[in-house]
């Protein structure tokens, strides 16, 4: 299988070993298969669904499309770095649950961390900036419409 | 864990929040993807390129040299069975000598990383010698066998009333669906696990844990107790988890190897390595009086049901019975029929064969009342089926059957979508494309009525097991009903607490052991079924507590009730709390709750063959570019038949994700073939609906009737709203453009290039189409 190679990964404020793995894994398998942090998801592997969103260095991105070896030196935030302590939600996890943006729950995780960063940089969008700003996140259970009421109901919380 | 989420802890009829939505929220649900084992291997399946190919040899010596794979696996290490199947066991484990699809499972490997895993997968070298594939539905009857049990998968004729009636209007149409795609976002994976026992503990997603231990228990020649199925979370399903996927290849490699081994399938192999939905070929000709009333129906229609038997006969019964849409239609001559072809086998998909045909009757609802000049709705609503009025199989509908309100109510609402003029770019047809020319967008408005058959029919004994076990005041519930995010979770804990005024209830994991079956997650059934079997098993342990109260209270036990988590008599006398009431003794109860029974259909396709129906309409607007064949549907107003409201937060998820579900098929999804090779196997070429195609959907009304029999009054509600969406869309589609658009989905060129002969696909009616009488 070619070389094995040895690095480190930051990942959610810690270093995370990462041993004789084989240079072709992307970051997506890294995480759930050797770091023990599966929530993010597999479902298309190719950059299309966003069920793998992860923040590199504050940016979006797909890690199945990261090579985990080049992702050496970022700061790497996934959901679990996104959800508070044992007893605790985030008000974006909480409000999808509350208004019913869970089904399988397959897509949810992506979802969270899209719908962070979205209001990270733009903390009031419109309807249709959210709409475009979560395009990338694919979920075939809701139609999505339980999921844009849970960012509504955010974006009115977080104003107060 | 004490999340408050200010959602009270509530009965039926609530917003009650989902019990796994905390796990699913913080991505720490065990999905069969995540599922991990110390010392695991990796499994990967080998799969036939071709649609069709003789198989002379295969070799697998090359993979065993590869260091790190630890067992290669062909058709001659299945110890029992070498077939398997959900209705009949025509599939094979691995082919042998001949593969009839593209991704038909040829061998199986195992390594210690899924990387090599994969290469030693593309070091077994078969000699395939490929062969013409048989691929056009409609010549697969008389063609040559692609399986020794024939091309024909079934076949079921109805015939009511006088074959020879007529009206003074005709109207004839041709109609195809496409081959849709479940496409759930969890990919198959699973987690097979070899126990001392010599049997097997297989983690898995599906639909139905009970069907799949016996299709496997054969093939791998093991007792029932040492196949053991569980449920690990589940990513989605909507059809394509009710056929074994790598259920049986993976125990293998895991007995053969003695570790535990791991599949999750690439996107691509899902789309290989599940069944999808039928496309249909469907030929209709309906009379009607010059009232509108409708007289008779004629039609063909051929599903093709690809390579193996799956469920096509389901999809055939009901396609047949429930072909005129639900109308009144006292004469009927109708056929359907799955043939086996070289396309990728076709199965269980929400609404499976109405939704095809429900394409194919309103479309030809509209014609009708155009051909007589009379208003769309006001058709629909003259031969809506009302309760009282048979089926063209004979059957008396006698449950809720409101027809004409779900549309009267979905047609009455205002329509919401912006004045065009108005609309920002990215909501024009194309959106981030901007491509569109505002001046030639044209706006169109089409309808859908929908019926659906819901639950098993047809004769099968159709059962739900729930057990209940009351021990100081916390109910635990276990039931094998397979939870794929519809949240029948929520529902048992509703059902329980309203039964038996606790507030603690536990849910054991779903799995084969030491439960019976709940059946399948599919048709619309588990609400009424395992919420039957969970209320049964509630109320018999209510029963026993209350019995015990009485004989110690020597109060009669009609003269208890529960409220508020405390049995107390009419008169006031007796106050206890349930978890006082059985004083430490355990109370469990176990039952098996059966629906109604059915009839089998008889030749000419008339009985008793349902347990009862739902029906739900849809409103659709479109904005379509014209020149360049864009869609964009802006509004989408629904109502449904429901029963009852058992949780409304968890019903609006399922009539909005079915009508983004119905949204697709109608604009965008289809597996490509080419000569049965599937061209876009991905969520780049295959697409689905993103927040920029769907629209709000809003519920004009959710008819609540009680639905008689029905164990708390409420119908499935999962299907309908994919079956009406469909046509809805289309119809709208039609309306703005002028066109016949005989085929969902609707693709750019059909718009763009109609009538040029260049937009392809097969847009006319066969000429030899023949109605047996």
């Known amino acids: 299988m070619g070389e094995l190679i040895d690095y480190t990964l930051r990942v959610n404020g810690r270093e995370h070993d990462v041993a004789e793995a084989w240079l072709g894994e992307s970051l997506l398998y890294v995480l759930r298969e050797r770091l023990g942090l599966p929530g993010s998801k597999n479902a298309c592997e190719q950059g299309e669904c966003g069920s793998c969103s992860v923040l590199m260095d504050g940016e979006l991105v797909c890690s199945c499309l990261v090579l985990a070896a080049g992702a050496v030196g970022a700061e790497i935030v996934t959901i679990e770095g996104l959800t508070p302590g044992d007893d605790e939600l985030s008000d974006i996890q909480t409000a999808f649950l509350a208004e019913g943006g869970v089904q399988c729950g397959f897509c949810t995780p992506g979802f969270v961390v899209s719908v962070h960063d979205l209001l990270e940089h733009n903390p009031n969008p419109t309807e249709l900036e959210v709409r475009e700003a979560v395009s990338g996140n694919l979920c075939r259970c809701t139609g999505y419409g339980r999921i844009l009421a849970a960012v509504q109901a955010v974006q009115q919380a977080r104003q107060g | ?773």
């Open chain 2, 1 to 773: 864990m004490s999340i408050d989420l200010g959602v009270r802890r509530g009965r039926l009829g609530e917003s009650v929040a989902r019990p796994d939505g905390i796990p699913k929220v913080r991505g720490q649900i065990a999905f069969s993807s995540d599922m991990f084992a110390e010392g695991m291997l990796w499994g990967h399946v080998v799969r036939s390129p071709h649609p069709a190919a003789r198989i002379r040899a295969i070799d697998v010596s090359g993979a065993l040299k590869i260091p790190g794979v630890r067992a290669v696996l062909t058709f001659d290490d299945v110890p029992g069975r070498k077939t398997y199947g959900l209705d009949y066991p025509d599939q094979p484990v691995f082919a042998w000598d001949c593969v009839r699809y593209m991704g038909e499972a040829v061998a199986a490997v195992a390594a210690d990383h899924p990387e090599t895993a994969r290469r030693a997968a593309a070091a077994v070298v078969v000699d395939y010698v490929p062969t013409e594939p048989l691929t056009d539905s409609t010549i697969a009857e008389d063609a040559e066998p692609v399986h020794p049990l024939g091309n024909v998968l079934h076949r079921q004729k109805v015939r009511s009333g006088d074959p020879d009636a007529t009206g003074v209007a005709v109207v004839e149409g041709y109609y195809e669906t496409g081959m849709q795609d479940q496409a759930p976002l969890g990919p198959e994976s699973g987690l097979a696990v070899p126990a001392e026992d010599g049997g097997i503990d297989l983690y898995i997603a599906t639909q139905w844990l009970h069907i799949d231990q016996e299709q496997m228990a054969a093939c791998l020649a093991l007792p029932l107790d040492k196949v053991r199925v569980h449920l690990a979370g589940v990513g989605g399903s909507f059809g394509a988890r009710e056929d074994l996927s790598m259920h049986i290849q993976i125990c293998l490699l895991a007995l053969r190897t003695g570790r535990p081994v791991k599949i999750s399938y690439s996107r691509e192999e899902s789309f290989l390595g599940h069944v999808h939905r039928h496309p249909a070929k469907m030929w209709y000709r309906h009379h009607a009086d010059a009232e509108g009333r409708l007289v008779k129906l004629e039609a063909k229609i051929i599903l093709d049901g690809g390579a193996y038997q799956s469920s096509s006969m389901a999809v055939v019964m009901n396609a047949a019975c429930m072909s005129p849409g639900p109308y009144r239609m006292p004469n009927a001559v109708v056929e359907a029929v799955a043939v086996r072809t070289n396309n990728p086998p076709c199965g269980a998909m929400r609404g499976f064969g109405a939704v095809q045909t429900c394409f194919a009757h309103e479309a030809q609802m509209d014609k009708l009342a155009d051909a007589l000049g009379m208003d769309r709705v006001e058709i629909r609503l003259r031969n809506a089926l009302k309760a009282g009025d048979a089926l063209i199989t004979g059957q008396v509908l006698t449950g809720a059957t409101p027809v004409a309100e779900v549309l009267r109510t979905c047609t009455a609402a205002p329509m919401l979508a912006g004045d065009p003029a108005a609309l920002a770019e990215l909501e024009l047809p194309g959106g981030a494309g901007r491509t569109a020319e505002r001046g030639r967008v044209r706006r169109g408005v089409g309808y859908g009525l929908a019926i659906k058959n819901l639950m098993y029919g047809g004769g099968f004994d159709d059962y739900s097991t729930a057990r209940c076990r009351l021990e100081d005041g916390v109910a635990t519930i276990t039931c094998a009903c397979a939870e794929v995010g519809q949240g029948f979770v929520t529902l048992a804990q509703q059902i329980t607490r309203e039964v038996l005024g606790v507030d603690n209830v536990v849910l054991n994991p779903a799995a084969t052991v030491g439960i019976g079956s709940a059946g399948s997650t599919s048709a619309s059934r588990q609400t009424w079924m395992s919420g039957g079997a969970v209320q049964a098993a509630c109320l018999a342990v209510r029963e026993r507590a209350l019995a015990l109260v009485s004989a110690r209270h020597g109060i009669a036990p009609e003269g208890l009730e529960i409220v508020d988590g405390r049995i107390v008599s009419f008169d006031g006398e007796v106050d206890v709390a349930v978890a006082e009431a059985a004083l430490g003794e355990v109370l469990e109860e176990t039952v098996d709750y059966h629906h109604a029974p059915t009839e089998e259909l008889d030749a000419d396709g008339q009985g008793n063959a349902f347990v009862s129906f739902a029906y739900s309409a849809h409103r659709a607007v479109v904005d379509v570019d014209v020149d360049l064949g864009l869609v964009r549907v802006v509004d989408i107003t629904t109502s449904q038949d429901v029963g009852r409201v058992l949780n409304p937060v968890q019903l609006v998820g399922q009539i909005e994700g079915g009508t983004a579900q119905g949204l697709g098929l109608a604009v965008m999804e289809e597996i490509v073939l080419d000569h049965g090779v599937v061209r876009n196997p991905s969520f780049t070429d295959y697409i689905i609906p993103t927040t920029l195609d769907m629209p709000p959907v809003h519920i004009a009304a959710l008819i609540e009737e009680p639905e008689p029999g029905s164990p708390m009054g409420a119908k499935g509600a999962g299907e309908p709203p994919m079956i009406s969406s469909v046509a809805a869309v289309v119809a709208a589609i039609r309306m703005a453009t002028g066109l016949e658009l005989n085929r969902a989905p609707v693709r750019p060129q059909d718009i763009a290039l109609a009538g040029t002969g260049l937009s392809g696909g097969s847009m006319t009616s066969p000429n030899d189409v023949e109605v047996s009488k």
